[in-house]
Each structure stands twice: as structure tokens, then as C-alpha cells.
């Protein structure tokens, strides 16, 4: 026994389940496996109760613990082990699926049993989602999908049911009910499986239809007994009657030409490359072969032949030559009068002439009959009687060729002969209005037109060689340019010899079931697009609350993964879930409105949108779906949105100095703040209310010359912002200045409203009025002043005149002449600015035109003829600028007159001024002597030239002076300085 006990014992330690042994329910011993999944030490279990609701290792869901309870005593009393799958948890919170089984072993001594099932479930997940996809995917394909086993249908999707005839899936129905018996054994005597397979079936109103079929066994492992097969048909009954359509019209057309009586010749490069048997008949020969690569004209006498060939000339450069009538010589000698017709052709993809020769014999005989009538009237009745026959047989024929070619003008499909070159040679009428082509006109073209695609034109090629047929969809191109989808079938042209002579199509334009085919494939591709692509979340839960669908959406919101959101309800997701857990889903369903979800990190999130319960057959609840839009953002931005427009609130109401309010396109005034309302009240005892008309308030502009101003509040409105100053006329007949701004208001629809705000400036007004007297005074000063300095300095220029007059050297009165010139030039400057209304400038071209045109004047002799070509822009300079620009320009003028022209008649002075670059230019320049060779500005040792520097250093200007030493005419004196800035 105790050797018993201890293997018990090791069996209990190395089971692969965690075990348990309870006595009244709370644990007393466990296996290592225990303590390994729960990772808890021996010690810890001794007296814990493993199915207490709030502290045991499972996780129960509503009403899961008081199930369990309620069976455990039902096994208590009557000894039976129960077993349950539950969620377990271990001691540090990680939860997994699991199988726990209880059993009794004595009174009051249990051993409880748990086994890890996660991988179980997952896979039974996977299994059951991995149906369900498949179930969808059988739904929407276009082929009928059935499945087989021992020969009786099991299940199949709608495609097949609807394919024969039947409302629902034909469960139960043997096989051979839809497929013929010798197609199906042949099918499954095939031992490569998902080989195609074409077979006959029939529907169920008894109609036959053709089928292409593949056929594949379902095995879950190699030795698994499961005898199933999958059987994918499609119905290509359309494409089979297609086919046979078009070699029946190929046989029709083959015969036609065969027993046709009249002679067929196709002639390339002047040799006969195929006839029918009429020709053979014509020739009296009965093999092809004696005349292949004949030159037809050798079967004619010189002058017929001289015409025959001309014609064929004549086809080649595309002319059409008239009906002839020649005499043929054949092999024997014989000669036989025939008429041809000639046209153009294909042979072997290379242009070929078509010659059609009419046996005139008849004709002929029946002339020399005529000719012996008169020797027996009984040859004469004879000789009738077969020409009547011959033109009953001549009418038949082509009674019989008008038949076959309203047959094939008549066809709904594309007929189309080419040569062997591939150029076009004959077409019906559905060919030359599917392809755009005039009929009868265009017979030279090259069949690649009407294939676009070099791949598709290689592999019709590549069948007809091989095969000498092809069949199969491809694109055409019409003569506009426009490309569609058609159905061809090509085969080879043969003539008497088997030769290939060219090839025929038979099409028919799909377009539209390919554009059907296309959308169907779009419409499947967009919705999946919708719900994967979709910015709402979207989710799908049964009725347990477990997500059994969710979109990227709502795993990128929530931060889920599959496998987290694997254990997670819909009650972890959703806070405020309904109390009464029970009807959950009647309650959520078809509300739409806001609601807070949960992430994964626990934080909330806003969201608005509504649910839909799902119903099985009998109108249970067996789910619901919920779409959901993200708004928590929108939320904070409205949030923001409140505050932002509270501090405005309270912005608009608390400024004191400001008056505000806002008016609309209709001239209503929709909000003010309370200045505007006192200012109404206060001082133009007028009661201000929104939507009052501003109209009325225009009776308070001071007099008709501001009224023009309310244009200013129109061109706000469109979108014009403005400032001005505006007189209000008060209640007690004082005045009052405002400054006031206008403000297009705009949003995201339209702009129909303005802001204005406006501060008074009455005493601002007061203050400038004074200003501007007490600034008119100092101008009228100022002006005085200047009048007086140039008073004084012409007083100066007249004593030194009269001094003058007291001076005998020359050398002295000299000096005088110049200081003369040099007061006046300053007396110039002072008399522009006491006639200038600006008395801080002067403009400075005026005053170079006076100073250079006295200059002249002055200083010009009669020997020399001195001319003054002036450029200057109108500049202003300030008086410390004028007075050293001008005295600058004095020394140089006058000296360009004294020393530049001595010895000549003419010359020419330049006087340029401009402003460059925010420096101001000013250049005198002559086509006079030059300066000396010598000539060294800084060694100078005359008073204009210390003057001139003088100055330059005063204005702080540059200074640069060219001469015919470098290479110029004259001389150029140029000064540049910074404009000092106008106050």
C-alpha cells in the first residue's frame, strides 16, 4: 500500500495538468505544474479557495461563478465530475483559456484539475473565421462551387444553383443530375487534379449548357478517410455556340468558292499561286499543280496579253480596270473566249490580284449556231434550247453568290479575310461599322491596325503558325483611335493545294460584359477598400460582448492588437455600459449619439456615431455592429473654442476707451459693447438694441462732406479694410472727433459683416489745430528769415561791386568777380526756400537749371559758343546739402567756362544730377582741353580747388575726376553722397 501511495503521489507531482487537492474547498496540496502556471510557491496555497469569486485564479464572466457553485453541489450530492471551460488567471495577472475538471475522492477531499486550452481556442477561432472568409469568397465568385462526396452534392454557393436553373444549393441531389455521365467519368479518371475540363450539363428546365470544370479532393491529412471533392465549373455555353457560329460561316464561305463554276485565280507577282475547281474546269486541267506558278498572261495571244497586263498594272497602283472580254490559249492549243474581272487580294500575307474568268464559250458556240440556222431550223431550236439552259445556270450562280453574300453581310459578327501579308481583303458589313471603315474603300490596310497590342498580335500569330487557328479575347482598335475588347476566331486559308492562301476572323465586341466583369470586381475591391481604409472605427461583437470584426481605424484609435482585443468585451471598451447586462445589445441598439470609449492605456476618448444589433433567422440577438467617428480632438478645439471666446467677451466689455460693435450686410448692427451703448445713451440720447438699423445714425455726421464715408463701410463689407477720422454731432449740439477702424469679418462661407472700433479724439484734435497755428507761424518766420539772408548777401554782392569799381588790379577784381559768384549762389538758395512751401528743402534740379543757366551767361564770350546739356532728376536736398552741392557746382561750371575752351569756338558743358542707389550723384563734365598732365587735385594751388575739396569733405562726399589722360574727352568732375533723410 505505501508503495502505492507513493507512485500515487508521483503521478500526482509529474501530471502535465495543474492539479489541486481541496478539502472543504480550500487547498491543501499541488503540483509542481500548479505552481508553475499560477508561479506561486508551495507555502502561499495552503488554505486559498482557487474559485472564490473576488480572489480565486479564475476570471468569470456575469453569472459564470454562480453556475459553477450550482454544479459543484449537484456533483457533491450525487458524486458525478463536472467539467468546464473557464478563464483563468495567474498570481502576477496574466489570464489564459482553460479546461478544469473537479472530482471527489472522499468526503470532503476533491482534487481539482486545470488544463491550459488557449492554443485550443485561438485555433478553433481561427478555424471558425477562416470559414466564414471562405463562405463570403464562395459567394461573390463568378465560377459555381460545389462540394461532392460519394458522387451526392454536400453544399454549394449561389453561382452554382443560379447556373442550373435552381433557387437554393441542391444539397442531396446526385451529381449526375447536372453533368453528363460520360463527361463526369471522364473527368474523374483524370489523375491530375485542378486540371481543366470542358463538360455538358443541363438545367433544370432541360436546357444544355457547356461548362469548363477543375475538380480537387479535400484531405485534412494524407491518411485522413474524408472522401470530399471541390467541383469549380464555368459556364462557357456562350463561347461554345460562338465558336461552332464561326466555322460553320468558314465552311459556308470554303464551299461557296470551291463549287463555284467560275474561274478563280489568285495571281502574286504575275504568277498563279491558287485556283478553284472552275478555274481547273476552264483550263481543262484536273491537278492544281500543273499550273502553280504559271504566268497567267502566258494564257493569252499578244494583243489580249498587252491588255491583261496593263490591267494588273493598273490594280497594283489601286486603279479599278473595266470588265474584259480576251481569248485564252491553253496548254492543247485550244483558244476560249473569256471574260475577267480583276480585284485586290491576299496571299500568304503578301497583296495578290483576284481574277475572276467567266467562260464565254457558250456565248460563242451560240453565235456560229446562229450562223448555221439558216441551214437547219432544227439545229436552230436545238441551239436555243441551250442557250436558255446555259443563262437559267449563269442566273443561279449568281443567285447563289448574291445567298452567300447576304449570308455574310447579314452576320451580327465581324467577317474578315486578309492575305498572307495580313492586308485586308474582304469584310462585312458588321466589320466596317464596328471598325469605322467606309465599305468598299479601304482595302489596303494591314491587320496590325486593328490589334493594338504587339503581345496579343504576336500570340495570334504564334497559334496560327503552330495550329493554324486562334480563339481568344483580345483588344481592337478602331479607325478613330478608339480601343475596345472583342472575341476572335482566325483560321487559316488554304487553296487546292493545301497551300496557305491568308486567313479569315469571325469577332463579336465584349466591351460591355468586360466593362460588367469590371465593375463587379471594382464594386467587391471598394467596399473591402471602405471598411479597411475607413477613418470611423468600425467593430463587430457577439453576444457575449467579444469582438468578433474591427477595422484598422479602431485598432490605430484604441491602441488594441488582435491578440489584446482577442479578451476584451465590448463593456471594457464602452463606459456608462447598460446595468442590466441582459439586454445590452436591445438597449444600444439604434441609438445614435456621443459616447466615451476606453483605450488600451485606460484614457478616454470621444466618440459619436450609433449601433445595430444583429438577428439570426428566428430573431435573436446574435451580435451587434457599431460605426463610430473620433471627435475627441474636435471636443478640446470646442473646449478652446468657449474659453478663447470668453477672454473675447470679456475683452469687448471691459476696454473703456474703445467703442465696438459689429454690422451686417443689411446695415444692422449685431453686437456692441457697453461703451457704444452709453455713447448712445450719454451723448445722442438714442437707446442702442441688436439688429437697430445703422441708417439713422448717419443724421450724427457733422455736415454733408463726411457722408461720403459711409462708401467706406459698403467696401468694407466686400472685404476693403479702412481707417478715418469722422466728426459726430452730439445731442447738445458740441462736436466730437472719432478715429474709427473697419474690419471685414470673414468665415468659411461668405463675408457679411464688419468690425468697428473706434476711440475719441476730440482732444488729439484740439492739440493738432494748435500745432498746426503755432507751426504756420514759425514757417511765416522762417521764410522771413530767409527772405532777410538773401537781402543781406545781395547787399554784400553790391558793396563788393562797388568796391570793384575803387580797384585798379586785376588780379583783385578778379578775386572779387568770384566771390560774387559764389554770394550769389548762395542768395540763390535762400531766395528757393523762402518761395518754396517747404521750407526744410529745396528741389534741387530747379536750382542747378537757374545756377548753370546765370553761369553761362556770365562767363560765355563771343569767340566761343558754349552749350549746357543738362540731366537732372528731380531731387530734394536739405539746406546743410544745398548750400556746399551748390557752391560745388559754381567752382566747377565756372571753372569748365574759363579754362576748357580756350582756342576754340565751341564746346559742349554736361550737368548731370540723380539719385542712385540712395546716394546722390552729381557730375560736371566738358569735351573741352582736359586737365594738365600734372594736374594733382590734392596739390592744387587755386582757392576753387580748396573750396571744392572743402566742401566734398563737408558733405562727406566722394569725389572722382577723369581727363583725356584716362583716355577720355575733357574733363569730368563726379561727387557722390549719402541724401540725407527729410523731416
Known sequence: MDKLDKIDSLLFEKSSEARFILKKGKVINSNRHARRIFKCEEDKWTGFDPISEKSGIFKYLPDEHSLLLSKLTQARASGRVIKINILAKRIDGGEFHSEIKIAQISKGIEVLQVRDVSDLVLYDSAIKESEARYRVLSQFAMEGIVFISEGIIQDSNKQFAAMFGHDSAPIGFPILDFIDERDWQRLSARRNWGMRCELRGATKQGRSIYLEATRSEIKESPNSKIDEQILMVYDITDRKRTEFDLLQTKERYRMLVESSPIGLFLVLDKKIKYTNAGGLELLNERVEDYIYDEVFTDFFHNEDKIIVKEDIEKIRKGERPPYREVVMVLRDKTEKEVGLRMSLSFHDRSPAIQITVTDLSARVQLVREQMRATLAEESNIMFKEEIRKHKITQQNLIKAEEFNRSIIESSIDMIVAFDMQGNLQQYNHAFSVEFGIEPGKEKSINYTIFIPKKDEIDGVVVALQTRSYFSGEVHGKRLSGEVFSMFISVAMMKDGGGEDIGAMAVGRDITDLKIIEEELKNSEEKHRDILDNATDIIFVVDSKGYFTYSNPSFHKKLGYTQKSLANTTIKEVLKNFPKKEKNWIDKLDGIQNECVFIDSKGEELSLIGGSSAQHNENGDPIGMRGIYLDITEMKHLQRDAKTQSAKLESIFNSTQNLIMFTLNDEDEITSFNDNFKRLMKDLFNIKADLKMSFIPLLKLFRDESYKSQVKLFKKALKG????????????????????????????????????????????????????????????????????????????????????????????????????????????????????????????????????????????????????????????????????????????????????????????????????????????????????????????????????????????????????????????????????????
Not at 459726430?728 to 471685414?744: A, Q, R, S, T, V
Not at 549746357?868 to 536739405?878: A, I, R
Not at 566722394?958 to 561727387?975: A, R
Open 720 to 983: 476693403k479694410a479702412s481707417d478715418f477720422e469722422l466728426p459726430l454731432k452730439y445731442e447738445n449740439k458740441d462736436i466730437g472727433w472719432y478715429h474709427i477702424f473697419l474690419n471685414p469679418i470673414s468665415n468659411e462661407i461668405k463675408q457679411n459683416e464688419i468690425s468697428c472700433i473706434a476711440y475719441d479724439i476730440s482732444e488729439r484734435k484740439a492739440i493738432d489745430e494748435r500745432i498746426r497755428l503755432a507751426l504756420k507761424e514759425k514757417e511765416i518766420l522762417l521764410k522771413e528769415v530767409h527772405h532777410r539772408v538773401k537781402n543781406n548777401l545781395q547787399v554784400i554782392s553790391s558793396i563788393m561791386s562797388l568796391q570793384k569799381s575803387f580797384v585798379d588790379d586785376p588780379k583783385l577784381t578778379h578775386i572779387l568777380e568770384e566771390s560774387q559768384s559764389r554770394i550769389a549762389t548762395m542768395s540763390y538758395i535762400h531766395e528757393s526756400l523762402y518761395r518754396n512751401t517747404d521750407v526744410s528743402s529745396i528741389s534741387f534740379a530747379e536750382y542747378l537749371e537757374r545756377l548753370s543757366t546765370n553761369l553761362i551767361n556770365s562767363y560765355s564770350t563771343p569767340d566761343c559758343d558754349v552749350k549746357l546739356n543738362t540731366s537732372l532728376e528731380d531731387v530734394f536736398l536739405t539746406l546743410d546739402q544745398a548750400i556746399p552741392s551748390g557752391l560745388i557746382v559754381n567752382e566747377l561750371v565756372s571753372n569748365a567756362l574759363k579754362y576748357a575752351f580756350i582756342g576754340k569756338k565751341e564746346g559742349t558743358i554736361v550737368l548731370r544730377a540723380e539719385k542712385v542707389s540712395g546716394k546722390i550723384e552729381i557730375e560736371v563734365s566738358d569735351n573741352g582741353a582736359g586737365l594738365p598732365e600734372n594736374f594733382e587735385l590734392n596739390k592744387g594751388d587755386s582757392l576753387g580747388l580748396y573750396l571744392i575739396q572743402a566742401l566734398a569733405e563737408q558733405l562727406n562726399a566722394e569725389l572722382v575726376v577723369k581727363s583725356t589722360k584716362q583716355g577720355g574727352v575733357g574733363s569730368s568732375f563726379l561727387i557722390r553722397f549719402e541724401a540725407q533723410v527729410l523731416k
